[in-house]
């Protein structure tokens, strides 16, 4: 059973575009993590969110945690070809850090 | 450069071989982690250390065992792994594992090739 799911799975876009990426949940977490993820390296920590309803902004990318702290998304404006990536929601409980299977995104010049 | 350090970052080895993985955190952290990333698999939690006592072990086979010396220092000791073990273990550690708003800094991973 997976606990996150995130979608879509696959994405690929044109520069310029937006899109959202969705993370989802029957689960209440007490924070939220999105990573990014380059082939070879380990997650990179993009944001975390703690409070429902709370919204983030890292220039072009805007995070959303739900109210119900179940659910998030990532929303990014005007993307890039350095936007490219494994996108990742990790969801806290207790001591552990639960992964969505990743949202693999392309952005073509 | 997230703070935390893995070696070596590709090894090939063969099941009847013994090999560890370090990690090193360099963040003052108290917590770490070790977690395998499969193709096509979520990222799965193995085991977590909390001010160096193991406090989770997800269900992780025998033939990996984690040692935690001090809050900065994490070996992964693996002996007759099998082929499916094949997969990029990630190192992380955070404050403390646990608290509100706690965040996991990941190193860059280890690539294990099992022959």
């Known amino acids: 059973t997976q606990l996150l799911e995130q979608s879509p799975q696959f994405l690929s876009i044109q520069e310029g575009e937006n899109l959202t990426v969705y993370c989802n949940s029957s689960?209440?977490?007490?924070?939220l993590q999105w990573y990014r993820q380059e082939p070879g390296e380990g997650p990179v920590l993009l944001v975390t969110v703690v409070t429902g309803g709370e919204v983030k902004k890292l220039k072009r990318l805007t995070f959303q945690f739900g109210d119900a702290r179940k659910d998030s998304s990532l929303h990014i404006t005007a993307a890039q070809p350095g936007d490219t990536g494994l996108y990742l929601c990790?969801?806290?409980?207790?001591?552990?850090?639960?992964f969505g299977q990743g949202t693999r995104l392309t952005i073509n010049p | 450069e997230t703070g935390v350090t893995q070696t070596p970052r590709h090894l090939v080895m063969g099941m009847t071989n013994k090999k560890s993985l370090k990690c090193e955190q360099h963040l003052g952290h108290n917590a770490m982690y070790w977690y395998k990333q499969s193709a096509k698999k979520p990222l799965e939690l193995m085991f977590v250390y909390n001010f160096k006592e193991q406090t989770e072990n997800n269900s992780v086979p025998s033939r990996f065992s984690p040692e935690c010396p001090n809050s900065s220092h994490l070996f992964l000791h693996l002996h007759t792994l099998q082929p499916e073990d094949s997969a990029l273990y990630l190192c992380?550690?955070?404050?403390?594992?646990?608290?509100?708003?706690?965040?996991?800094?990941f190193g860059p991973g280890t690539r294990l090739t099992v022959l």
């Open positions: 992380a550690s955070s404050q403390v594992a646990g608290a509100l708003g706690d965040t996991q800094y």
């Open positions: 990790a969801g806290a409980r207790a001591q552990k850090l639960v």
């Open positions: 689960s209440v977490f007490s924070s």
